[in-house]
């Protein structure tokens, strides 16, 4: 039996994501390891095997609206590249706290590693048209504001809302679909 509604159906259809750390742990809250998720992205993008729509990352989740000739694996790679990543990253600053956090919130039946990053799933949502993919945009550009972190979409450094206003962002993403 599934554990979730949420499936990838086609692939080549854009895809709605969110990817949310255990515990909503504030991971992203340094910028080494928000670049660790650029790094990763510009890696499958410049490879071919992720297109970028758009995104916001948040301290402790993100969404993505992305597509590819196999998004669930390429979603799952980048899951577990920047988990590996981010867990070392930790590691080699002594980040205790967070560390026993991913250590305590880690399913049971995950017993080939220690650590824990990110939580089962993306919830993908396949995208039908345009005004979903205008929607799910606006939903995850407006993610902030609704969090009282900013006034305006724009203001939010690690989003793709500045592409979209015509203004350079810190990762590029094709805004033409």
């Keep these: 039996m599934s554990r979730s509604r949420y499936r990838f159906g086609e692939n080549d259809h854009a895809y709605f994501l969110t990817c949310t750390v255990v515990g909503w742990l504030p991971i992203f809250t340094q910028p ?11 890696f499958l993008q410049d490879s071919g095997r992720l297109t970028i729509y758009g995104y916001v990352i948040l301290e402790n989740h993100l969404h993505l609206v992305a597509s590819s ?10 899951k577990s590249f920047t988990a590996r990543q981010i867990v070392d990253y930790l590691e ?13 919130l880690k399913a049971r039946h995950k017993d ?11 919830h993908p949502q396949q995208l039908l048209d345009d005004e979903m993919m205008r929607q799910k ?35 590029p993403v094709k805004t033409d679909w």
Excluded: C, M
């Design 92 to 104: 080699a600053r002594k980040v205790k706290t967070l560390l026993k956090w991913l250590r305590f």
């Design 32 to 42: 080494e390891t928000v670049q660790i998720l650029y790094d990763s992205w510009r």
């Design 137 to 171: 945009l606006e939903y995850a550009h407006w993610n902030p504001v609704k969090r009282g972190y900013v006034d305006e979409p724009t203001h939010w450094r690690h989003s793709s809302a500045r592409n979209y206003a015509g203004l350079p962002g810190l990762f």
């Design 69 to 78: 000739p196999a998004i669930a694996e390429e979603i799952g790679d980048f």
């Design 112 to 122: 080939d590693r220690e650590h824990q990053l990110w939580q089962e799933g993306s």
